[in-house]
Nanobody
Framework: QVQLVESGGGLVQAGGSLRLSCAAS????????MGWFRQAPGKEREFVAK????????DYADSVKGRFAISRDNAKNTLYLQMDSLKPEDTAVYYC????????????????WGQGTQVTVSS
């Protein structure tokens, strides 16, 4: 089992940057596929980015490709999301999630979720 705690959200102007962190408890963090998702008011939770166990492979939603970067530090049990060139449409609650068995965009295939961190981008 793993517990996830996100941090790093906040208010930023369009064009700015934020770095989200997701701290994981437990000694098995390195065995989980990890993902970032976001949910804007009135919208469904959507996939943002994912990363394999050792970080050898990453994938992104088309809407963030070239602007966001997912990474992980297994020695620190931490997942990151570097967000650059932020746009107002990036405003949402951002969640990290862990999957024991699936490298997937589907939120229902993730086993553990953090509580979320708010990102607000002003125009």
């Amino acid at each position: 089992q793993v517990q996830l705690v996100e941090s790093g959200g906040g208010l930023v102007q369009a064009g700015g940057s934020l770095r989200l962190s997701c701290a994981a408890s437990g000694r098995t963090f390195s065995t989980y596929y990890m993902g970032w998702f976001r949910q804007a008011p009135g919208k469904e939770r959507e996939f943002v980015a994912k990363i394999t166990w050792r970080g050898a492979r990453t994938d992104y939603a088309d809407s963030v490709k070239g602007r966001f970067a997912i990474s992980r530090d297994n020695a620190k049990n931490t997942l990151y999301l570097q967000m650059d060139s932020l746009k107002p449409e990036d405003t949402a609650v951002y969640y990290c999630a862990a999957s024991q068995s699936s490298y997937t965009n589907a939120p229902w295939r993730y086993d553990y979720w953090g509580q979320g961190t708010q990102v607000t981008v002003s125009s």
